[in-house]
């Protein structure tokens, strides 16, 4: 009996899976080097499995706020992982919903010249 699927349904979630464990290590790595002053602020970055949950947060751009990077090249990749996070969910979105709208149209219209009582043929 298979309990889970591991394997993403479509390859939009393949890609933010990606996109989370990526971004998520990358912070984590950067966050981690040596801080050029002794009094630098600690991160919060302190394992993989939360920065992959920053990621989360980051890429799907609900931005709770509860982890942000302190480095500058931190703060760079953040913005950058918006910036992928609007490409890989929001775009595409976009395209299905105005896709849907335009089908929508369509079969209303098709309905329309077509009541319910005769038959195409």
């Known amino acids: 009996m298979k309990i889970f699927n591991t394997a993403p349904s479509s390859p939009e979630e393949g890609v933010v899976s990606l996109a989370v464990v990526s971004f998520g290590s990358i912070m984590y790595t950067i966050e981690s080097l040596p801080k050029p002053c002794s009094d630098c602020e600690k991160t919060q970055f302190n394992s993989i499995l ?8 980051t890429v799907t751009t609900v931005g709770y706020g509860d982890m942000i990077p302190i480095s500058t090249l931190g703060k760079c990749m953040g913005s950058f992982a918006v910036f992928c996070g609007l490409i890989i969910i929001a775009l595409p979105a976009t395209i299905i919903v105005t896709r849907f709208s335009e089908e929508y149209e369509r079969s209303k219209m098709q309905n329309e010249m077509n009541p319910a009582g005769s038959v195409a043929m």
């Open 50 to 57: 939360k920065s992959c949950w920053w990621a989360v947060i």
